[in-house]
C-alpha cells in the first residue's frame, strides 16, 4: 500500500499482497500480540473504500464492545496519520463508517448467541469484503456466514471475493483450519496463512516487548513465540488434537450396547440433545428446542426404538425438567451433584464422568460420526472447556463449573453433557435388557 505516512512491515506488505491477488479469497495474518495485525486490516479496508467508491465492507469482531474499544481505534488512530479523517463520518448510533465517496464500513458483534444460532441479526447484508478482528474469539459458523455475504458489486469492481482475519494462536477452528494445513503442505489453495511475531514490529517499545517476556509460560510461549502447539494449561483435559479426531473415528468400530444419552432443555436452556451410541461410537445426534415434556419423552420413546436400545441403557440428566422424563420414560436417571460412584475421589458424579470420558477421547478411544459442521465447532468448543477447576488444590477432583463455561462460550455446554454422560454406563452393573413399548 503506497503511503508517504505510513510505512508498512515486510510481513504486512506480504498481507497486503495476498488481499490484492487473483486468486486468495481467505486469509489469516498474525499468531502473537504486537505483530501489527489490527493495522493491516484497517489499512485494507481504508485503501478499498478510497480505491471503490460505493463499496461496502464488514469490520467484526466477537463483541462489538470490544471492536469499538480497540479495533475502531486503531482505524481512527490510522486515518489521522494519514490524514485523511475528514473523507469520512461515523455513525455511533448505527455503527457505520460513511464514506463521502459512498463507501460504507459497516461494524458487527459476531458472538455466537444462543437466540440467534444462524445469525440472522445479519439479516440480507451485502458486502465487497470483510475484516474480522481477532477472529479466534469467533465461532468457525461466523466466519462461514460472513464469506457468505461477500458478493456486493464484486463483478463492477472487478474483485474477488476477501476474507481476512487476524488473531493469536489458539486450538480451535483457526488451528485446524488454517494453521495445521499451513504446516503440512495441505492448505487449500484459496487459503493464506502468514504469521506474524513482536520481533518483525520494529516500532514496539521495549517495554512492551519484556512485558510479554514476564507473562506466564503459556501466554508467553503464545503471544510472545507465537507457538501455536505449545498448550500447556494443565488444567485442560482435551486438546485440539483430541477433539478432531473424535469427529473422525475411523480406526474405531461400532460394537457391543448401544446406548441413549439425553440432556432435557430447563430453564436457561433453548434445546434438548439426545445422542445415540453404539460402544465407545456416538452413532446419531440431534436436538429439539424447548419444547412439552411429552414431546421429549415421545421422541426419546422414536430414537429407543429405531435404534433398538435397551431401556436400561438409557440415561438422562434428573435435575429440573429431566425428572419428568425420567419418570415417564423409566430410564436411567443421571444426578449432576450426586456421589460418585464406587467411592472414587471425585466432588460429584459429573466431574467423575466428565474426567474418565474426556481421558477416553484424549486416548481415541471414544469418538463420534457427525457431517454437520455447526455441530462440530460448536461441541468441540465446549470440549475444550472441560477442564479441572482447582487444580493446584488437595482434594477431591472436580470440574468447571457449568456456569463458568456458559459465560466463556456464551451457552449452556448441553452438548458435552451427553457425552459425558456416556461414561456412565461404564460404572453402573449391566441391569439386563427390556424396550420401551
Given at each position: 500500500?503506497e503511503?508517504t505516512?505510513?510505512?508498512l512491515?515486510p510481513?504486512q506488505e ?6 490484492k491477488?487473483?486468486t486468495t479469497t481467505?486469509l489469516?495474518?498474525g499468531g502473537a500480540?504486537g505483530?501489527?495485525k489490527?493495522?493491516?486490516g ?6 478499498m473504500?478510497?480505491t471503490h467508491k460505493?463499496?461496502?465492507w464488514?469490520?467484526g469482531r466477537s ?7 480497540t ?5 481512527f488512530?490510522l486515518?489521522?496519520?494519514l490524514?485523511?479523517?475528514?473523507q469520512f ?5 448505527s455503527?457505520?463508517i460513511h464514506?463521502?465517496n459512498?463507501?460504507?464500513?459497516v461494524l458487527?458483534d459476531l ?8 445469525y ?18 469467533v465461532?468457525?459458523?461466523a466466519?462461514q ?5 461477500i458478493r456486493?458489486?464484486?463483478?463492477e ?7 481476512l482475519?487476524?488473531?493469536?494462536p489458539?486450538k480451535n477452528?483457526?488451528?485446524k483450519?488454517?494453521?495445521k ?5 495441505t492448505?487449500?489453495?484459496y487459503?493464506?496463512?502468514m504469521?506474524?511475531l513482536?520481533?518483525?514490529?520494529p ?6 516487548l519484556?512485558?510479554?517476556?514476564r ?6 510461549e503464545r503471544l510472545?513465540?507465537g507457538?501455536w502447539?505449545?498448550d500447556?494449561?494443565p ?10 479426531d ?9 460394537t457391543?450396547r448401544?446406548y441413549m ?9 433453548d ?15 440431534e436436538?429439539?428446542?424447548?419444547s ?7 421422541r426419546?420413546k422414536?430414537?429407543q426404538?429405531?435404534?433398538?436400545i435397551?431401556?436400561?441403557s438409557?440415561v438422562a ?10 419418570d415417564?420414560?423409566g430410564c436411567e ?5 450426586s456421589r460418585?460412584?464406587n467411592?472414587?475421589n471425585?466432588d460429584?458424579?459429573k ?5 474418565k470420558?474426556?481421558?477416553k ?20 468448543e465446549e470440549?475444550?472447556?472441560v ?6 488444590k488437595?482434594?477431591k ?5 457449568k ?6 462460550i456464551?451457552?449452556s ?8 454422560m456416556?461414561y456412565?454406563f ?5 441391569k ?6
Open positions: 500500500m503511503s505516512q505510513i510505512k512491515l510481513k506480504g498481507a497486503i499482497f495476498y488481499l491477488d487473483k481467505e489469516i495474518y500480540a505483530g501489527g489490527s493495522a493491516v484497517c489499512l485494507w479496508l481504508i485503501e473504500c478510497q460505493g463499496s461496502r464488514l469490520m463483541k462489538l464492545s470490544s471492536l469499538k474499544e479495533t475502531l481505534k486503531t482505524f488512530e486515518a489521522s496519520q490524514g485523511i479523517s475528514n463520518k461515523y455513525n455511533a448510533m455503527n457505520v464514506w463521502h459512498g463507501s460504507e464500513i458487527k458472538f455466537s448467541y444462543p437466540s440467534d444460532p444462524n440472522d441479526s445479519l439479516g440480507s447484508l451485502e458486502i465487497t469484503g470483510a475484516f474480522i478482528d481477532e477472529c479466534n474469539q465461532v468457525y459458523k466466519w456466514i460472513v464469506n457468505s455475504r456486493f458489486k464484486l463483478h469492481f472487478g474483485l474477488i471475493p476477501k476474507m482475519g487476524t488473531c493469536n489458539s477452528w483457526v488451528y483450519e488454517f494453521y494445513p499451513n504446516i503440512n503442505n492448505i487449500k489453495p487459503r493464506k496463512f504469521q506474524a513482536p520481533s518483525d514490529n516500532h514496539l517499545h521495549p517495554s512492551y519484556e512485558s510479554l517476556l507473562l506466564d509460560k503459556n501466554s508467553r510472545y513465540y507457538n502447539e505449545y500447556n494449561d488444567a485442560t483435559l482435551i486438546d485440539m488434537d483430541a477433539i478432531t473424535y469427529f473422525n473415528p475411523v480406526h474405531l468400530e461400532k457391543g448401544k444419552t439425553i440432556d432435557v432443555a430447563r430453564k436457561g436452556k434445546k434438548t440433545v439426545f445422542r445415540v451410541w453404539h460402544g465407545w461410537v456416538c452413532i446419531h445426534r436436538s429439539i428446542l424447548k412439552p415434556l411429552t414431546t421429549v419423552v415421545t426419546a422414536e430414537l426404538s429405531k435404534f433398538s435397551p431401556l436400561t438409557v440428566d434428573e435435575d429440573g425438567v429431566g425428572g419428568g422424563v425420567v415417564f420414560l436417571g443421571f444426578v449432576n451433584n460418585p460412584l467411592d472414587e471425585y460429584n458424579l466431574s467423575q464422568c466428565s474426567v470420558m474426556a481421558n477421547i484424549q486416548l481415541r478411544e471414544a469418538g463420534e460420526i457427525c457431517t454437520d459442521t455447526d455441530v462440530k465447532d460448536s461441541t468441540g470440549m475444550g472447556q477442564k479441572i477447576k482447582d487444580i493446584d488437595d482434594g477432583v472436580g470440574i468447571m463449573p456456569n463458568i463455561i456458559t459465560q466463556i456464551g451457552r455446554p448441553d452438548d458435552w453433557d451427553t457425552i459425558m456416556r456412565y461404564d460404572l453402573v452393573p449391566f439386563g435388557q427390556y424396550f420401551i413399548s
